[in-house]
């Protein structure tokens, strides 16, 4: 199965920074790659699909780019409502994988 | 508004079976593409079961193939997840969630239920 491999595993920023997280996947996946957002305690959320698409509702200081094995997801100007988990997933074949997570603290 | 409501979440022991449900409004079920994802305490996402929308196709990762078993049934609006011989590895919060956005093969999933957990325990 392809491995999905995100980075960094925990991000500490500041209100207002710019923050980048990585996806690697282990095989191209051209571009079927979604992002969620997860608060604790709460279900995930979809924020963008197809690498780069943005999700209704989602809040357009989310970006997401790449497409083959290298994705990333950017969050333009942290809010403090940023704060949360953060799981990449590969949709190109079954298996469906996600990533193992970025943690990112404000 | 499209809601997806499971039940049917306990502690068990180990060996045992135990059957999720999955309650949906708001959409046309019978149109619906749905998943079982579960998460571990304290872990990341795992997708567990796909099933298409006349229930004909169902998909699993390898590490849960042949003990669980997904299936709907489209005049009730209702998801299942049939588990048996549960281990305390299959300890986690279970979501159903509605397949969207497909690559021809395999989805996104775009609306999400509140989960129901489930621990496996002696």
Redesign the interface.
Known sequence: ?IQMTQSPSTLSASVGDRVTITCRASQSIST?L?W?Q?KSGK????LI??AS?L?SGVPSRFSGSGSGTEFTLTISSLQPDDSAIY?C?K???????????TRLEI | QVQLVESGGSVVQPGRSLRLSCAASGLTFSNTIL?W?RQAPGK????VA?ISTDGKNE????SVKGRLTISRDNAKNTLYLQMSGLTPDDTAMY?CARG????G??????I????TMVTVSS
């Open positions: 199965d079927w979604a969620y997860q279900a995930p959320k979809l699909y197809k698409t999700q799981y997933q949709y190109d074949l079954y298996p469906v994988i996600f990533g193992l997570g | 998943h994802v990341g996402l795992e997708w796909g998909h699993y990762p390898d979501y969207s956005y497909s690559s093969r395999c989805d996104v999933f775009d999400w239920g509140q989960g």
